[in-house]
């Protein structure tokens, strides 16, 4: 490891208008908040003078960015009808110069639109441009000055850094949007990790959640088929949570419990008594970025657990070099977690069983338990990538005509179905739908295919099903027939997952002969132009 410069101590915007709106509706927010105005202190008072400040300054390059991209999208597409090409390509075309746009002021504006930008990215449910355009901002982390991370870990800890630590590293090992992290040797020679919150963020979260829930009453305004408060609501709510380390410390905690029989799966121990809301001292676990395997642990947590990870990047994951099988997965950033409803948990298990099943009655029937109605047909497109009817193998490339017939019925999907589709889901379903556009995302980039998120998903979706006629039969008596029938239900899917497996296998094996058979021509041929 690159150990960077290191404290050691002793063993022992664009237009006034805009700015005066936003001025306005930072001064309302202040002037409502009495406590507010009770300021301890003079730095006090300066700190929240600059963030108000700079509130402001965040408001009005947001305001004047969305601003633009209305009227673009308004005289972009004027007069085109939405059925023709013409118009898709228009649209486009707005799509990708909007989420340019946005891009560069999330860029400028830092902290919570970088994470913003991120959470938008990772949401399979808006256009491929955004989704493409922002992801670039995964990458994207800036790190705090030392000196103001310095002054967070010793407001909080209550003590100076060489009464605590041996020694600790001024330069990060990790830094995110809300927080970096660094390395650390405790004074009984312990490795740590401590991870610190951005001074003044929650104050600045209170100004910039605000503005974001106003512009997107804004574009539904002006765009009645483009509702998104829903997103922000999401965006919100994930984001308090992130900002409370104690709870990411529990999550770390309830997710080491879930997971204690697993010896594939390592959580960092949580030092308490170096850990506030602010500040997260964990455990030091070595080891490099990666995500293969995690499919499996995500399936199990989805569907066994119901209390689910919220941010699974390779960023937050580890492989260590120790374990019984040569490698265990260490599980990094517990802040965003969502805990299932017991129902939602059963009828998404069920869903899977139906999707693997291709039984279209079942999933049309789970559809209204979800409150999405007619919008059944898009549930296989969206966790398998195949039509309904489809005739292709699960996990399998559709044929030519299928995608042809995919492309014709989204030609007449229009932005309010989409708008009302994602407005009926359940909040679970949102959370899950996000953390699986991550989990494809790792799996892409690894080059796995698609089968193995399948299958694992199936198969622990099985196990979520069976955990439940097990509870019941403890409490309720069956009668045999309906145990049995439930039984066979299972066998059949279980021997639906074991053929999916072989032909996975199978495909393998032909990949290997392949390359076998090429490398011999290439031996003989080498052999035999000498004699040519």
């Given at each position: 490891?690159?150990?960077h410069?290191?404290l050691k101590?002793p063993v022992?915007?664009?237009t ?5 709106l ?8 202040v ?8 300021l301890?202190?003079s730095?006090?008072?300066?700190e929240?003078i600059?963030?108000g400040?700079?509130g ?5 390059s947001?305001?004047?960015?969305i601003a633009?991209s209305?009227?673009d999208?308004?005289?972009s ?10 118009y898709?390509?228009?649209l ?10 946005i ?15 991120q959470?938008?990215?990772a949401m ?6 955004y989704s493409?355009?922002l ?11 030392f000196k ?21 590293d001024e330069q990060?090992i990790?830094a995110?949007?809300?927080?970096q ?16 919150q951005?001074?003044?963020?929650e ?5 910039d959640t605000?503005?974001?829930?106003v512009l997107?009453?804004?574009?539904a305004?002006?765009f009645?088929?483009?509702r ?11 984001i308090?949570?992130e ?9 770390s ?7 204690k029989?697993?010896?594939?799966v390592r ?12 500040v ?7 080891g ?12 199990e947590m989805?569907?066994?657990?119901g ?7 390779p960023?937050?994951i ?14 990094l ?10 129902g939602?948990?059963?009828?998404y298990c069920?869903?899977?069983k ?16 979800f409150?999405?109605?007619?919008y ?6 969206i966790f ?8 292709s193998?699960?996990?399998?490339v559709?044929?030519?005509?299928e995608?042809?017939?995919?492309k ?6 229009k ?6 589709f ?9 959370r899950?739908l ?6 494809r995302s790792i799996?892409r ?6 089968q ?14 069976s955990?439940n006629?097990n509870q ?19 066998l059949r899917?279980?021997?639906?997952l ?19 058979c090429?490398k011999i021509?290439q031996?003989?041929?080498m052999?035999?132009?000498?004699f040519?």
């Amino acid at each position: 490891m690159v150990v960077h410069r290191v404290l050691k101590f002793p063993v022992n915007a664009k237009t006034t208008t805009i700015y005066l709106l936003t001025a306005a509706g930072v001064t309302f927010q202040v002037a409502s908040r009495p406590n507010l105005l009770q300021l301890s202190s003079s730095t006090d008072f300066f700190e929240k003078i600059r963030t108000g400040v700079e509130g402001v300054i965040r408001s009005s390059s947001a305001i004047s960015t969305i601003a633009f991209s209305v009227v673009d999208y308004k005289y972009s597409l004027r007069g085109l009808s939405e059925d023709s090409n013409d118009y898709r390509e228009k649209l486009s075309e707005v799509h990708l110069r909007s989420a340019h746009r946005i891009l560069k002021m999330c860029e400028a504006n830092k902290g919570f639109y970088v994470k913003a930008g991120q959470f938008v990215a990772a949401m399979r449910q808006v256009p491929m441009e955004y989704s493409t355009t922002l992801s670039s901002l995964q990458d994207q982390a800036v790190p705090c000055n030392f000196k103001d991370i310095k002054k967070v870990l010793s407001s909080n800890l209550g003590k100076d850094l060489s009464e605590i630590f041996l020694s600790f590293d001024e330069q990060p090992i990790a830094a995110a949007s809300i927080a970096q992290a660094h390395y650390a040797i405790l004074k009984d020679y312990q490795e740590v990790a401590v991870k610190v919150q951005y001074p003044g963020l929650e104050r600045r979260m209170k100004i910039d959640t605000k503005t974001m829930s106003v512009l997107s009453k804004f574009v539904a305004w002006f765009f009645p088929d483009y509702r998104f408060h829903w997103l922000v609501s999401e965006f919100t709510e994930a984001i308090s949570s992130e900002l409370n380390f104690i709870q990411e410390a529990k999550n770390s905690e309830r997710t080491a419990e879930n997971f204690k029989k697993n010896n594939m799966v390592r959580v960092p121990r949580v030092y308490w008594e170096l850990t506030t809301s602010h500040v997260l001292t964990m455990e030091f676990c070595r080891g490099q970025k990666v995500a293969k395997a995690l499919v499996e642990i995500f399936a199990e947590m989805i569907f066994i657990h119901g209390f689910v990870h919220g941010d699974p990047h390779p960023g937050n994951i580890l492989v260590s070099p120790e374990g019984p099988n040569g490698f265990t997965l260490v599980l990094l950033d517990h802040g965003i977690y969502r805990q299932l409803d017991e129902g939602f948990q059963q009828d998404y298990c069920k869903l899977w069983k139906a999707l693997i099943l291709l039984d279209s009655n079942e999933i049309r029937h789970l559809s209204e338990r979800f409150g999405v109605g007619n919008y059944y047909r898009y549930f296989p497109l969206i966790f398998t990538g195949q039509p309904i009817d489809s005739k292709s193998a699960l996990g399998r490339v559709v044929s030519t005509e299928e995608k042809n017939k995919i492309k014709q019925e989204f030609k007449s999907v229009k932005m309010e179905d989409i708008s009302s589709f994602m407005e009926s889901l359940p909040p679970d379903f949102l959370r899950i739908l996000r953390t699986d556009g991550l989990l494809r995302s790792i799996m892409r980039k690894l080059g796995a295919p698609q089968q193995v998120r399948l299958l694992a998903y199936a198969k622990y979706a099985i196990y979520g099903l069976s955990l439940n006629l097990n509870q019941e039969s403890e409490f309720v008596a069956k009668i045999a027939f309906s145990r049995l029938k439930a039984n066979l239900s299972y066998l059949r899917l279980r021997l639906l997952l074991e053929i999916l497996e072989f032909f996975s296998w199978m495909e393998l094996v032909k990949r290997y002969v392949y390359t076998l058979c090429i490398k011999i021509s290439q031996g003989m041929s080498m052999l035999v132009t000498p004699f040519g």
